[in-house]
């Protein structure tokens, strides 16, 4: 089963913030957030991941809340290079040498001219 | 350059084939995972590697097998037993390190008729 809500569908206008959220009630102390984002027909592309601190690389921010049941994904100036679907993903620990990552559902994101 | 191959981009095949996608990575790393995507859908994970010589189940394992003898190759078979073959293959690996995000690579279509 998904680990991970979001939202099936947003819009933004090209050149303002995306922000893209992501529940995750059930995430536990060791499992870490991530963010991927998969063009039409491609493989899904990294873009960053937390733990419990807020991080922000050259693609994007991530916004974790203090009891860790949510995320906010930013894009600061999106652009039409932007659409796709967006995934968050909680990343679980199994037993023995194990690190499944389980997908969610995915948010697409629509960067409006 | 550095990367995951995975050959080839588009394969046809008559129901009742076994038939074997190839996924090769040159990033040194040690785990490789093997997911399928639906039209619409999520990633949901068939089968994962965490190490030469040892592989483990995924969420929809039944119909496929794999094998890992060389770190850097990991081969699914999309057997005869599997119901619904047709679908977007998504091959992916993950190093060591503490960040174990994993890369794609760009997919296969299988289509099978």
């Known amino acids: 089963d998904a680990k991970t809500t979001q939202p099936p569908s947003m819009d933004c206008a090209e050149g303002r913030a995306a922000n893209l959220p992501c529940n995750h009630s059930?995430?536990?102390?060791?499992?870490?957030v991530y963010w991927y984002r998969q063009i039409h027909s491609q493989g899904p592309q990294y873009i960053i991941h937390g733990l419990k601190n807020n991080e922000t690389n050259e693609m994007a921010s991530l916004i974790i809340t203090e009891d860790r049941k949510s995320s906010t994904l930013i894009l600061p100036h999106a652009t039409l290079r932007d659409t796709a679907v967006y995934y968050c993903i909680v990343r679980v620990a199994t037993s023995g040498t194990g690190n499944q990552f389980y997908f969610g559902t995915g948010t697409s994101l629509t960067v409006i001219p | 350059d550095g990367g995951i191959t995975q050959s080839p981009k588009y394969l046809f095949r008559k129901e009742g084939q076994n038939v074997t996608l190839s996924c090769e990575q040159n990033?040194?790393?040690?785990?490789m995972y093997w997911y399928r995507q639906d039209p619409g859908q999520g990633l949901r994970l068939i089968y994962y590697s965490q190490i030469v010589n040892d592989f483990q189940k995924g969420d929809i394992a039944e119909g496929y097998s794999v094998s890992r003898e060389k770190k850097e190759s990991f081969p699914l078979t999309v057997t005869s037993a599997q119901k619904n073959p047709t679908a977007f293959y998504l091959c992916?690996?993950?190093?060591?390190?503490?960040?174990?995000?994993?890369?794609f690579g760009p997919g296969t279509r299988l289509t099978v008729t």
């Open positions: 992916a690996s993950s190093g060591t390190a503490s960040s174990y995000e994993q890369y």
């Open positions: 059930t995430i536990s102390g060791n499992e870490y």
């Open positions: 990033l040194n790393h040690d785990a």
